[in-house]
């Protein structure tokens, strides 16, 4: 986790801690250019928290420890914790977190992935890594590696999070066949202009154990896509 995200996570203990004491930070003003850029500092470390929240994972985090922690350093104060190096120290511990969430979620993925292959209409693909099913079989051409498409699409994790909708966006994403993740490399090219499949993958084909921002480490994906165009 980068140390900025861990200044968000302290910032945003702060601000439940001082809200749990009355204070609503709803109707703080921001009237002048300095206000504003204190709030903003705020504002980017909260959202860049929130958006790499699946990086955290191991024990819950503990509020009250990283407030207190926080105010003590804004504070100059003495750290009740005595380390070398408080960056490694937090680093370390990040990753060996990250490493045990990768783990366990490398099992979950091929659990889902062996039971899911058994559903009627599931076609699998070569060890089981990549599967598919038809919602909508189009009539078009198929495209190759070389070429660049239009899709439009739906990324969940297993669990149902949604990670990423191109629909949302209210715009199809356009981009090469093999610019892109290995599973979705594959399957386009599997697949006629004009279909709608839903496509499982395994972390392999996906983002492996690093994960990404918004994916933790190991998580088999599942897409809704569909392929509108081939942009030769």
């Not at 610019?179 to 594959?186: F, P, Y």
């Amino acid at each position: 986790m980068k140390i900025k995200n861990l200044l968000a996570v302290a910032l945003v203990a702060v601000m439940i801690a001082s809200c749990s004491n009355n204070q609503s930070y709803n109707n703080v003003p921001v009237a002048s250019q300095s206000d504003s850029t204190f709030y903003l500092i705020g504002y980017d470390y909260g959202k860049q928290l929130y958006e790499n929240r699946n990086q955290v994972a191991g024990d819950s985090v503990n509020l009250d420890l990283v407030a207190a922690g926080f105010v003590a350093g804004v504070k100059g104060n003495e750290s009740k914790i005595e380390v070398e190096d408080a960056q490694t120290f937090i680093r370390n511990y990040f990753m060996a977190a990250q490493k045990k969430q990768a783990e366990e979620n490398l099992v979950k993925a091929e659990d889902f992935l062996s039971e899911n292959a058994k559903r009627p209409g599931v076609t699998s693909l070569a060890d089981g890594k990549l599967q598919y099913e038809i919602l909508k079989e189009g009539d078009g051409p198929k495209p190759t590696a070389e070429d660049k498409v239009e899709v439009d699409y739906v990324g969940t994790l297993i669990d149902g999070t949604e990670f990423d909708s191109s629909i949302k966006r209210g715009q199809p994403a356009t981009f090469g066949v093999k610019g892109v993740i290995k599973g979705w490399t594959e399957i386009l090219q599997l697949m006629p202009v004009g279909s709608k499949w839903k496509v499982y993958i395994h972390p392999d084909l996906a983002y492996g154990a690093r994960g990404n921002q918004s994916i933790p480490g190991n998580s088999a994906l599942i897409f809704e896509m569909e392929l509108i165009d081939i942009k030769k």
